[in-house]
């Protein structure tokens, strides 16, 4: 999945929810992000995608609020544990309840800091592009330069793909 964007909330009684998918056999999420509330009360919660067998992200963030009530271990801020991560961030505080524990290679960011060693919005846009400067010519991405879209800071001070 390429370029994709949720900021719908989304609620499952009895199944996974995720911000942009719930399953998917090997799915890779290129320049993704959900702003939108995942509430799961007998799932797996993830803030971008579910229960994948091998899921990947790349450059990506999610910011919208987790919340569960199941004691599924099969919670993430992004994706589920053990999925492969490259430049990929989250936002304080979008941890709704306790048992949503951040992935190995996930980065916190904050909306604003005075504090120039935190990671901002400013900063996470600043990555972002960054990343896809570097990685545009990569042999798995190469074929897809044209749909790399472009990051900057938007409403509420969150990251945000330029849709033009």
Known sequence: MWNCANYGDVTSTNN???GLMANGDETKL?????????TGTSTSVFGLGGDNFTPSAINCYSAGTLNTTSTASRTGVLLKSGA?????YYLDGIKGTTNITPEVG??????TSDDPEVMTSAK?????????????????????T????RWQVGTNDLPELIFE
């Open 16 to 18: 996974v929810a995720g």
């Open 30 to 38: 290129y320049n993704c992000y959900n702003t939108g509330k995942i």
């Open 84 to 88: 492969s991560l490259t430049n990929c």
């Open 106 to 111: 996930a980065t916190i960011f904050y909306n």
């Open 124 to 144: 996470v846009v600043q990555a972002l592009n960054d990343y896809i400067d570097a990685h545009l010519n990569d042999e798995d991405t190469a074929t897809n």
């Open 146 to 149: 044209s749909t790399w879209l």
